[in-house]
């Protein structure tokens, strides 16, 4: 109570994950509509089917999540994103929705985590 819940969402090609996160120590931190899936098919690991590829088709799911959340917050100074810089989501589809926000959240800060 009187805290500060920040906006968040889950965005994986692969619908295992979100099924591993909701058995591990993160059940509960993402409800069904915190999570984005880009559909049956992966990125196979590379960069140009997550950014230019599935990551078009696929784009207006996860910019409309982030809407989502920018909307729900009192104040929106910037975004943390954690990702891994390898293979198709990591870095390609990332790369694309960070453009995204660059454009759209001008004055946010960004700051990036990797995760190996």
Known sequence: EGGRDPGRF??????QQ????????????????????????DTGGNFARGNVTLGEEHRDAAVDAIKQQVEG???Q?????????????GSGYTSLLLEHVRMSYRKATIVQFAVL
């Open 10 to 15: 889950f965005l994986t090609w692969d619908r």
């Open 77 to 89: 100074p910037g975004f943390l994103v954690f990702n891994s810089w390898g293979g198709g989501t």
């Open 73 to 75: 917050c009192d104040s």
């Open 18 to 41: 979100w099924t591993k996160s909701g058995r591990g120590n993160t059940r509960g931190y993402f409800g069904e509509d915190q999570f984005v899936s880009g559909g049956l098919e």
